[in-house]
């Protein structure tokens, strides 16, 4: 079974205010869809609106905080009132944090589980028996390579990630023998501003101080270097994700080259997942300690 988007979707979208969001957004409105936009900051959201009529589709802004459950009832009780359908439906909003775990406070824990995991079940869990009545749709999750191999200095947006995985992971188990599908996205490096908007600091910049560092400490040490993948732009990675919605029912994606390699590297032997990326952890936590230092 395909999910096509035509002129007659309805494609919710949340984070859709920059980033991957937005780009999905445009991709969706050159076929002719609805496309609801929902995020927080309105004035962004209304840029990409403009984009969207521009491509062809019609939006429809919702501004919400998803990291509430209230909010994200208003927003699916809205589409299903005004639209009466929902075809598509992308969970992408999402942050980052930055912080080693003794120094994760736990409202940071709380709002990465909150705005990266707990919005995707409340959306669902909402929005689930319109497709289920309809026997048509795709709910898609973007997750991370960080849903299934460790990063560190971000472990509640690593754990939250995980759990977003093992929610569509369940749910596909309760959709089998239905028209309505569930997949999970995985990329590795966007860029967005997703880096640089992590609770805590930038996590961008650490990764920015830690990869030259990574190369000396690899050679000193005799270390393989970490199999870094390639950066991709927001739009490339949303053709990638457009295609695997278009191909209906389909395995967690890993966008990016090579990583779902590691990934199941990850799953089956940790310690030779951990290894290849040796010096870029001791690169990490070097330049994290010296953050710490200078305040
Ligand atoms: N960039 C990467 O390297 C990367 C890699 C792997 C996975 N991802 C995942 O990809 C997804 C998209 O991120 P991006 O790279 O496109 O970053 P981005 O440009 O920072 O976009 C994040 C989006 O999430 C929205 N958002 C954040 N908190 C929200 C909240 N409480 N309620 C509603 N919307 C909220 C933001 O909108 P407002 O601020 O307007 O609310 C924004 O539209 C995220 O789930 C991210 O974790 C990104």
């Known amino acids: 079974m395909t999910s096509n988007i035509d002129s007659s979707s309805v494609v919710v979208i949340t984070g859709a205010s ?3 969001g937005a780009a999905c957004a445009v991709r969706c409105a050159r076929k002719g869809a609805t496309v609801v936009l929902v995020a927080r900051r309105e004035d962004r959201l209304r840029e990409v609106a403009l984009r969207v009529t ?35 439906f992308i969970n992408n909003a999402g942050r980052g944090n930055l912080a080693s775990i003794e120094n994760t406070p736990t409202e940071q824990w709380r709002s990465m589980f909150a705005v990266n995991v707990d919005s995707v079940f409340w959306l669902t869990a909402r929005a689930l028996p319109l497709m289920k009545k309809a026997n048509r749709g795709h709910i898609i999750a973007i997750s991370s390579v960080a849903g299934r191999y460790g990063h560190p200095f971000n472990a509640a947006y690593v754990a939250a990630k995980h759990a977003v995985m093992g929610f569509i992971a369940a749910l596909r188990t309760e959709l089998v023998g239905t028209n309505v599908h569930a997949t999970c996205i995985c990329p590795a490096g966007i860029i967005t501003e997703w880096a640089d908007a992590t609770e805590g600091g930038s996590i961008g910049a650490l990764y920015a101080a830690a990869i030259p560092r990574s190369r000396t400490i690899a050679r000193e040490r005799g270390l393989s270097m970490a199999p870094l993948t390639r950066m991709m732009s927001a739009e490339e990675c949303a053709d990638i994700i457009m295609s695997a919605i278009e191909g209906g029912r389909t395995n967690d994606v890993f966008t990016h080259k090579d990583t779902h390699e590691l990934a199941v590297q990850a799953v089956q032997d940790r310690c030779t997942q951990e290894d290849a990326f040796e010096a870029l952890w001791l690169a990490m936590r070097e330049s994290y300690e010296q953050q710490e230092r200078s305040g």
Do not use: F
């Open 18 to 20: 920059s980033g991957l």
């Open 54 to 88: 521009d491509a062809g589709g019609s939006a429809v802004v919702i501004v919400a905080d998803v990291s509430r459950e209230a909010e994200c009832i208003r927003v699916v009780d809205s589409v299903a009132t005004t639209l009466g359908r929902i075809d598509l």
